[in-house]
């Protein structure tokens, strides 16, 4: 049975940080491509960020790149968000997610976590 277990949201002030933590079991996780999606209220499943197997920082949405970095411990069977320079807009609840298909949409995320909230204030 594959579990997904996401940790590290909070409130934060705008300009704060947040690290994101998931750890995932029951499946072979170095084999994964493993992702980031987020959504906000009234809004769809959007993706944050993907990194490949080895851990390669495949793609971040246009309004965190630069802020943003994903991570990962094969050996930990973790993936980590770390989140600088926060924004109000940023507001949403996050998901860590593993991927069997190639694409960035929520559709093709096969395994999901139940989300941890981060709020970030003005």
């Known amino acids: 049975q594959v579990q997904v277990v996401e940790s590290g949201g909070g409130s934060v002030q705008a300009g704060g940080s947040l690290r994101l933590a998931c750890v995932v079991s029951?499946?072979?996780?170095?084999?994964?491509?493993t992702a980031w999606f987020r959504q906000a209220p009234g809004r769809e499943h959007e993706a944050v960020a993907i990194?490949?197997?080895?851990?390669?920082?495949?793609y971040y949405a246009d309004s965190v790149r630069g802020r943003f970095t994903i991570s990962r411990d094969n050996a930990e069977n973790s993936l980590y968000l770390q989140m600088n320079n926060l924004k109000p807009e940023d507001t949403a609840m996050y998901y860590c997610?593993?991927?069997?298909?190639?694409?960035?949409?929520?559709?093709?995320?096969?395994?999901r976590g139940q989300g941890t909230q981060v709020t970030v204030s003005s």
């Open positions: 029951g499946l072979r996780f170095s084999s994964y491509r």
């Open positions: 990194a490949t197997w080895s851990g390669v920082e495949e």
């Open positions: 997610a593993v991927m069997l298909t190639v694409g960035t949409t929520w559709r093709q995320t096969q395994y």
